[in-house]
C-alpha cells in the first residue's frame, strides 16, 4: 500500500535500514540523519509559510504523529522520529512525511 494512503499506527516499531532506506526512496527531499527524517521547504512569503505549518499541523492532529518544526520568514523545516520507538523511525515517520510532500506539491511550493 502506498504511504499517502496509511494512517499512522499507535505503537509502531522502529524499522531496520533496510526498510528506512526502501522508505526513504518513497519520500523525495527527506533525508535521514540518525533516528530521524528531515526536509526543508521553501515558500513565496511568510504568509505561504504559515499556511503550510497549519496544513501540516492539522493532518498531524489527524495522524496522531507530530513533527518538529523550524519555522523561518520563506522556510519550514520538518522533522519526524517516532519518541515510542525509542526515538528511531517508524512507517508513522515515512507515513506523515509523504503526506506533508503531498501538501506542498499542492500549490504550497514557492
Known amino acids: 500500500m502506498k504511504l499517502l494512503e496509511r494512517h499512522c499506527t499507535h505503537g509502531?516499531?522502529?524499522l531496520d535500514p533496510d526498510?528506512?532506506?526502501a522508505l526513504l526512496a518513497q519520500v523525495p527531499g527527506w533525508q535521514a540523519a540518525g533516528g530521524s527524517i528531515?526536509?526543508?521547504?521553501?515558500?513565496?512569503?511568510y504568509r505561504a509559510t504559515i499556511a503550510f505549518v497549519n496544513a501540516v499541523a492539522t493532518m498531524a492532529e489527524t495522524e496522531n504523529?507530530?513533527?518538529d518544526m523550524?519555522?523561518?520568514?520563506?522556510?519550514c523545516t520538518?522533522?519526524?522520529?517516532t519518541h515510542s520507538a525509542g526515538g528511531a523511525l517508524s512507517a508513522n515517520d515515512f507515513i506523515c512525511a509523504a503526506k506533508a510532500g503531498m501538501l506542498y506539491d499542492r500549490g504550497m511550493a514557492a
Open 12 to 14: 509502531a516499531p522502529a
Open 19 to 21: 526498510a528506512i532506506r
Open 38 to 45: 528531515e526536509r526543508e521547504f521553501t515558500f513565496a512569503d
Open 65 to 67: 504523529h507530530h513533527p
Open 70 to 75: 523550524r519555522v523561518g520568514y520563506r522556510r
Open 78 to 81: 520538518l522533522v519526524y522520529t
